[in-house]
């Protein structure tokens, strides 16, 4: 697994949580990093991304609620999610666009997904 994602839960609606995704020691070059979701009987959606260079968009489901953020020298990304809905009921999934050891392949690569329910 080249990423790992952490942090899901359980949350009442209004309330806050916040992800961790950590790439492993084989990604390199990270370029771009990314959180989608994919809530049950829904395709999978972009919530947010952030460029090496820290520049970030997201998607207008969630602006003004989420913050994505990055530590390049840890390799890892993080969203931020506050005032939650129910409608932020997803498995999230981070995502990296990097070269990948020791395949020498760069492209895309996926996290195995973590589960955020927001209910009362």
């Known amino acids: 697994v080249q990423l790992q994602a952490s942090g899901g839960g359980l949350v009442q609606p209004g309330g806050s949580l916040r992800l961790s995704c950590a790439a492993s020691k084989n990604l390199h070059q990270i370029k771009d990093m990314a959180w989608y979701r994919q809530a049950p009987g829904k395709q999978r959606e972009l919530v947010a991304t952030i460029t090496s260079e820290n520049r970030t968009n997201y998607g207008d489901s969630v602006k003004g609620r989420f913050t994505i953020s990055r530590d390049n020298a840890k390799k890892m990304v993080f969203l931020q999610m506050n005032s939650l809905k129910p409608e932020d009921t997803a498995v999230y999934y981070c995502?990296?666009?990097?070269?990948?050891?020791?395949?020498?392949?760069?492209?895309?690569?996926w996290g195995q997904g973590t589960l955020v329910t927001v209910s009362s």
């Open positions: 995502y990296a666009y990097a070269l990948g050891l020791p395949q020498w392949v760069i492209g895309d690569y």
